[in-house]
């Protein structure tokens, strides 16, 4: 019987969400190694990996079965996302675009690193960072830049304005997601974006006063 690796939701689901990982079809006790892999829009590679020991029923099933070691230990059902690292040193794990997805690939090997084996069972995960029914929304209003997220329905919303500045530019993804649980949410960049000034030093604090107007 060839090893499955079952995922629910079985393609996709928003960074938020958790995804339950099995793997069926193993030997009675048999040694495995999951990996994750993705490359971020940049195309740098992150990478997380874990030991684990099938049941006496060939099966594993990541909600109940503690790793047994590599990047973590320990019952942790979502472990092998968060758990992911950068191959080039220093390097974010950061989303640009919201419109798209990461990908990860997921892996089952034979044997436990350094010494695992074939491959035995592989899949994709779509990972979104706009949920379903989201307006993403672009606004240029005097002098602020910034994207407006609305959550599906008619509203009224409770609001949140999210300015995160490590870095400039705007970044959306946080906003986004907090739309698909019901916030409306703005995404303000305050330096390094479009018209805005380019170092930190030339902020003043006036343009936040205009975005809560």
Not at 60 to 82: H, K, V
Not at 123 to 148: N, S
Not at 151 to 169: E, Q, S
Not at 173 to 184: I, Q, V
């Amino acid at each position: 019987m060839a090893a499955t690796l079952i995922l629910e939701p079985a393609s996709h689901c928003c960074w938020d969400e958790p995804v339950h990982i099995t793997v069926r079809g193993l030997a009675p006790k048999q040694l495995v190694t999951l990996r994750a892999s993705l490359r971020d829009e940049k195309g740098a590679l992150f990478r997380a990996h874990a030991r684990y020991r099938a049941d006496a029923r060939g099966e594993l099933d990541l909600a109940r079965t503690p790793a047994l070691g590599g990047s973590f230990a320990g019952l942790e059902p979502m472990g092998l996302i968060w758990a992911m690292e950068p191959d080039k040193p220093f390097w974010r794990l950061v989303k640009r675009d919201v419109q798209t997805p990461f990908v990860v690939e997921l892996e089952v090997l034979d044997g436990h690193e350094p010494d695992a084996g074939r491959l035995l069972a592989r899949a994709l995960h779509e990972r979104h960072f706009l949920p379903p029914g989201v307006q993403r929304v672009p606004v240029r209003e005097g002098r602020v830049r910034a994207t407006l997220f609305l959550p599906p329905g008619p509203g009224l919303f409770p609001g949140i304005i999210d300015i995160y500045g490590v870095g400039g530019g705007l970044l959306e993804y946080r906003a986004s997601l907090l739309a698909g649980h019901g916030f409306a949410t703005l995404a303000v960049a305050f330096y390094d974006f479009d018209d805005l000034p380019k170092d930190f030093s030339n902020i003043h604090l006036d343009y936040f006063e205009e975005v809560v107007w």
